[in-house]
């Protein structure tokens, strides 16, 4: 996929080095600055599979000025994020008396039948910050409170010091982790800074050649040594994911046994850390795509889980044609099996055909049915069906078949202080225009400049005189 379509995508974790002061106010006083991302654009591989996008990095731009820390309440002024709107999704209605009854019967009649397969834990990929974790609580109560144990993010793949965690962008998502026992953490790591940035073939081998000679262990033991420290050691790696196509500098084809043996340093890199309990997941597209990930597999040793970013694409296939394709879903099963490995789908949802009810709900059947460690939806247009309004039908598949019984939805999913004008959803794979501004009359829009803007999706808007001194 080329790198000017995957940097139109809604996924930008590198912004987190900039305002890592701006969370740390936010984890004192509740969620972060309400902003609004712009709708993204749907984008396009040259492999086989046309696998979606992952997290964005802003390459080589140069750093915005820092948001100015004053004790305000942040809005946005304008924005064109495609919101949730539940009011376009139906709501499950309550079972009847002769379904619970006969639901009993049946369990009474199964008891000495095995046990069944556990569901999975899951959760939604729904902003790389303090948003995404604010975002979390939001979703479980939009699917009438079904609780979401896994919070995924990323890590920016622009510099090492952002591979190596940036100070204070971890710390909400830590903190989020360490509430209850049960949650999972998700981090999906780069191997290779400038890992967007269109980096040849000859210089990636170079630099995975140098990795396997150890040139980089020390980056990663830093990673470990913050993880650790913040009280998160058994946080899930996803290391170098989609390495078998061709967007990210972190990509095997250049060179796959140098990239197998650096993956194999990184991982023994940081399970050197003391205390640590990572498990690395070994995550590439399905299919075919640039070179097959079979031939990536660094080995059984350094390995914890095998997992896959599945989408619905290309365009006409059918799922079943996803499950039966060369390297597809029944492969992946497969192979972990044979080689004694949970499955996970740190990345999956809808893409190419659309609004498509059958696929989320075979999805969701197929990851129950295989065991899937966890999975994450990856929520925004035009993957999502919460954050995205294109997909009714999915929406309602997916609240249905993931909400508790007789849920009572809210009404909206939007917090009090988020102020966001409704995006138009259009076929079109160019970015929804602008709206225009909607904002309270006490809410003053502060002037950050062009570049910032456009990367938060929208202007901020200060609430003034919200703080009196007291009397």
Not at 39 to 67: I, L, Y
Not at 349 to 367: H, K, P, Q, S, V
Request: proline share 12%.
């Amino acid at each position: 996929m080329a790198s000017q379509q995957r940097r139109a995508r809604s996924r930008r974790p590198a912004l987190a080095v900039v305002t890592a002061a701006a969370v740390s106010v936010a984890l004192a006083s509740g969620p972060g600055p309400a902003v609004a991302d712009p709708d993204p654009v749907p984008s396009t591989t040259p492999a086989q599979t046309e696998q979606a996008a992952p997290p964005q990095d802003p390459g080589t731009q140069p750093p915005p000025p820092p948001v100015p820390a004053a004790p305000t309440t942040a809005t946005t002024a304008t924005g064109d994020t495609e919101s949730p709107d539940p009011a376009a999704t139906p709501t499950p209605a309550p079972p009847t008396d002769s379904a619970s009854a006969s639901a009993s019967a049946s369990a009474s009649a199964s008891a000495a039948a095995p046990a069944p397969v556990p569901t999975p834990a899951f959760g939604a990929y729904l902003d790389f910050g303090a948003r995404g974790v604010a975002r979390i609580a939001q979703l479980s109560a939009w699917l009438g409170g079904a609780e979401l144990r896994v919070g995924h993010t990323y890590l920016p793949g622009d510099q090492w010091r952002n591979i190596e965690g940036p100070p204070g962008f971890l710390d909400v998502w830590a903190h989020w982790r360490r509430e209850k026992d049960d949650r999972m953490l998700v981090l999906n790591v780069p191997m290779l800074e400038r890992n967007e940035e269109g980096v040849s073939d000859p210089e990636v081998r170079d630099l995975l050649q140098r990795g396997a000679a150890g040139e980089f262990d020390h980056h990663f033991r830093a990673l470990a040594e913050r993880l650790v420290g913040l009280g998160v050691p058994d946080t899930v790696i996803v290391l170098g994911w989609e390495m078998n196509g061709t967007t990210y500098t972190h990509r095997c084809g250049p060179d796959p046994e140098a990239w197998k043996a650096y993956w194999n340093r990184i991982v023994t890199a940081m399970r050197a850390v003391p205390d640590q309990r990572f498990r690395f997941d070994f995550a590439p597209t399905r299919g075919r795509d640039a070179v097959p990930w079979t031939e990536c597999y660094p080995g059984d040793g350094t390995v914890d889980i095998i997992g896959m970013d599945a989408y619905d694409q290309p365009s006409g296939l059918s799922f079943d044609e996803q499950v039966s394709e060369p390297l597809g879903l029944q492969e992946h099963v497969d192979f972990a099996r044979t080689h004694g490995k949970p499955v996970s789908y740190p990345e999956w949802g809808l893409f190419r055909n659309g609004d498509n009810a059958e696929y989320m709900r075979r999805m969701l059947d197929w990851m129950d049915r295989h065991g899937a460690l966890y999975n994450t939806l990856t929520d925004y247009c035009p993957h999502g069906v919460w954050q995205c309004r294109r997909n009714p039908l999915s929406s309602a598949v997916y609240r249905s078949l993931l909400s508790p019984e007789s849920p009572e939805f809210p009404e909206t999913s939007e917090t009090s202080e988020t102020i966001v004008a409704p995006a138009t959803p259009t076929a079109s794979t160019a970015p929804t225009a602008p709206t225009s501004p909607r904002r309270p009359d006490t809410c003053t829009p502060i002037v950050l400049g062009e570049w910032l803007e456009s990367r938060l999706g929208g202007r901020l808007c200060l609430r003034l005189g919200w703080w009196s001194p007291a009397r």
